[in-house]
């Protein structure tokens, strides 16, 4: 465990951020406090983005010694939050609360149902311009009634190649057809898509929830959201 968490933390502290706690096999870490950086959206979807490259390297070590693969998944999301020493007159520690901090767990419970290795939400997406990202849906998360828009992030503008934007483009379609209960066109565009090499799983997501689809009278006020039942 040590030898996972450690490399994936020095790639946090890299990107100014703040390790909160571990939990088990996972990291709780924010950006912007103690001391406020105005970058800390691009900081965090960068750390994000770079703690997949580092384990990726690891992998061999990995596999060789343990005989095991690990797959992280990471859900980031922006908005304000109480921050500082919080707890009981007996124990607190330095950590963030709020609804905002909750919707980034459970965009982190969500990125194996999509094959993302990162999920964001919208306000992070808006406050990291450099970047480019992917819409994947609207959802609407456990214990939450209003539907959220999530992104993955795919790298910096001036490393992501034309082919790729091509690509988020063409899913973009895609979603918009899917969204207008155009189902034979989202269908038939999906399948295109589908022969590529890129975000397979994310295509056969939307190829299988549309047969369901068809079937319910979604009405013309539809919002295009699916709906999660579990964290």
């Not at 390297?57 to 998944?73: D, N, R, S, T």
């Amino acid at each position: 465990m040590n030898g996972f968490l450690t490399p994936l933390t020095e790639v946090i502290f890299k990107h100014h951020g703040t390790v909160d706690k571990y939990m088990g096999d996972c990291i709780m870490a924010f950006w912007g406090a103690p001391l406020a950086n105005p970058e800390h959206a691009h900081a965090g979807v960068v750390a994000g983005l770079e703690m997949h490259r580092v384990l990726n390297e690891l992998q061999p070590k990995f596999k060789e010694k343990y005989k095991l693969e690990i797959k992280i998944g990471v859900g980031l999301n922006t908005g304000r939050m109480s921050v500082g020493n919080m707890g009981s007159q007996i124990r607190r520690a330095y950590t963030v609360m709020g609804d905002a901090v909750n919707l980034a767990s459970r965009l982190e419970g969500i990125t194996k149902e999509y094959g993302a290795d990162i999920i964001v939400g919208e306000e992070t997406m808006k406050a990291a311009p450099e970047l480019v990202f992917r819409e994947l849906d609207r959802v609407r998360v456990k214990g939450k009634e209003n539907a959220v828009t999530i992104y993955q992030p795919i790298g910096l503008r001036s490393e992501v190649s034309a082919d790729t934007i091509k690509l988020l483009e063409a899913f973009q379609e895609a979603l918009a057809t899917y969204r207008r209960q155009e189902w034979d066109k989202a269908e038939s565009l999906l399948k295109v898509l589908k022969e590529t090499s890129y975000g397979n799983k994310l295509y056969d997501l939307f190829l299988s929830r549309i047969p369901v689809l068809r079937e319910k009278d979604l009405g013309p006020n539809w919002d295009g959201a699916f709906t999660f039942e579990t964290k």
